[in-house]
T-cell receptor, first 110, second 117 residues
Framework: DAKTTQPNSMESNEEEPVHLPCNHSTISGTDYIHWYRQLPSQGPEYVIHGLTSNVNNRMASLAIAEDRKSSTLILHRATLRDAAVYYCILRVYNTDKLIFGTGTRLQVFP | DTGVSQDPRHKITKRGQNVTFRCDPISEHNRLYWYRQTLGQGPEFLTYFQNEAQLEKSRLLSDRFSAERPKGSFSTLEIQRTEQGDSAMYLC???????????????FGQGTRLTVV
């Protein structure tokens, strides 16, 4: 399974944008990039996913490098509720298991 | 639909006892997964089902672990002869994979926290 590398922790102030990086240099052509987040005492929650093009949804944006070896999850305006562990995951085409790393713990300060 | 539900939320058991957890997926979701999470780590994949068929099992799933999904709806995860190392959060997730779909999101329950004393 291809690996991802993320910073252990990041900090942000409320209402500021947050850019969460992820490196995945061994990504293959059929791997999808998924992001999940886990709030304290909750199960993981889907955030966004993409293959090659940048993606936007109501929660976040996903910017994927042209060579696909890295990606960035963008929270446009962080709120206190966004404090969580964010996981960047490579998901092989047509398989369903998610291989989680240790993720990035995001702290948001008022 | 209230999402994926897991029961119980917490379980304390003595070493050597058997425990069983239940997961009710989102109705009509055909895929169901079990994960285990220890403190400070991301969830680890254990196994998954498509309908009632168990399609993949991780090497983490020792002989003491067994999972079933008898009618393709709810699932149970049983741990026999529990050990202290089994203490973890056990997470269940479900997804709907239709024909032609390549990737879908998984919906997780809140987990069952097992403590083996």
């Amino acid at each position: 399974d291809a690996k991802t590398t993320q910073p252990n922790s990041m900090e942000s102030n409320e209402e500021e944008p947050v850019h969460l990086p992820c490196n995945h240099s061994t990504i293959s052509g059929t791997d999808y990039i998924h992001w999940y987040r886990q709030l304290p005492s909750q199960g993981p929650e889907y955030v966004i996913h993409g293959l090659t093009s940048n993606v936007n949804n109501r929660m976040a944006s996903l910017a994927i490098a042209e060579d696909r070896k890295s990606s960035t999850l963008i929270l446009h305006r962080a709120t206190l509720r966004d404090a969580a562990v964010y996981y960047c995951i490579l998901r092989v085409y047509n398989t369903d298991k998610l291989i989680f790393g240790t993720g990035t713990r995001l702290q948001v300060f008022p | 639909d209230t999402g994926v539900s897991q029961d119980p939320r917490h379980k304390i058991t003595k070493r050597g006892q058997n425990v069983t957890f239940r997961c009710d997926p989102i109705s009509e979701h055909n895929r169901l997964y079990w994960y285990r999470q220890t403190l400070g780590q991301g969830p680890e994949f254990l196994t998954y089902f498509q309908n009632e068929a168990q399609l993949e099992k991780s090497r983490l799933l020792s002989d003491r672990f067994s999972a079933e999904r008898p009618k393709g709806s709810f699932s149970t995860l049983e741990i026999q002869r529990t050990e202290q190392g089994d203490s973890a959060m056990y997470l269940c997730a479900s997804s709907l994979l239709g024909s032609g779909q390549k990737n879908t999101e998984a919906f997780f329950g809140q987990g069952t926290r097992l403590t083996v004393v």
